[in-house]
C-alpha cells in the first residue's frame, strides 16, 4: 500500500501563487513517474504535470509557463509551484504515483480556488 498526503491547497486571488507538496510513504518500489492532476466540477480530471524518475517533466498547455513541478527523490516528494494562477485553474488538485509495475497510486486531493 503507497499513501500520499497532499498540502498546499486553499484560495487565492488571480494572479497569485500556490506551492502544492505531496509527500509519498509505504510499499515503494520502483516509480515510473509522479505528479499533479486536477478535476474541476463538472469536468474530467486531467493531467497538469508529472516528472519521470530520470527528471523529464511534461505539462498541461494551459499551464506551462506558470506552473513548475519538482521532485525530491530521497523523501519520495513532488511539489507543483503554481504562479500566475487564473480562475480557470480552480480544482481539485491529486497527486499521483506511478509505478513501473502495478497500479496507480492518489492522494484524497487538495482544493484550490482562485477568485477573480
Known amino acids: 500500500q503507497v499513501q500520499l498526503v497532499e498540502s498546499g491547497g486553499g484560495l487565492v486571488q488571480a494572479g497569485g501563487s500556490l506551492r502544492l507538496s505531496c509527500t509519498a510513504s509505504g510499499s515503494i518500489f520502483t516509480i515510473k513517474d509522479m505528479g499533479w492532476y486536477r478535476q474541476a466540477p463538472g469536468k474530467q480530471r486531467e493531467l497538469v504535470a508529472n516528472i519521470a524518475s530520470r527528471g523529464t517533466t511534461n505539462y498541461a498547455d494551459s499551464v506551462k509557463g506558470r506552473f513548475t513541478i519538482s521532485r525530491d527523490s530521497a523523501k519520495i516528494t513532488v511539489s507543483l509551484q503554481m504562479n500566475n494562477l487564473k480562475p480557470e485553474d480552480t480544482a481539485v488538485y491529486y497527486c499521483?504515483?506511478?509505478?513501473?509495475?502495478?497500479?496507480?497510486?492518489w492522494g484524497k486531493g487538495t482544493l484550490v480556488t482562485v477568485s477573480s
Open positions: 499521483n504515483l506511478r509505478p513501473w509495475i502495478g497500479q496507480d497510486s
